[in-house]
């Protein structure tokens, strides 16, 4: 999911924040420890502050099956780009 949002944000899909935000909430992504979590937000906040702010906030408060939920609604609607 992670490597979905970079590739998005890199392809100039401001939506991809959603990705990155998302997948800070998942459980498992957060056990890398290669993975630069600042590195992450800084580039999901200089492609689009607001929405990604407004992506954390809205996980945030999700449990795990929402956050299931969520996760395939994100990479549903970015396999169809």
């Known amino acids: 999911m992670l490597a979905l949002g970079f590739a ?3 392809g100039g899909d401001p939506a991809a924040v959603r990705l990155v935000a998302l997948a800070e909430r998942m459980p498992t992504v957060q056990d890398f420890p290669t993975l630069s979590w600042a590195r992450s937000r800084q580039a999901a906040e200089n492609a689009n502050r607001a929405a990604y702010d407004d992506a ?3 996980y945030a ?3 795990p099956e929402e956050l ?3 996760a395939l609604r994100e990479l ?3 396999a169809r780009g």
Request: charged share 15%; no cysteine; proline share 0%.
């Open 8 to 10: 998005g944000l890199v």
């Open 56 to 58: 954390r906030s809205t």
């Open 61 to 63: 408060a999700l449990g």
């Open 68 to 70: 299931r939920a969520a």
């Open 76 to 78: 549903t609607v970015a």
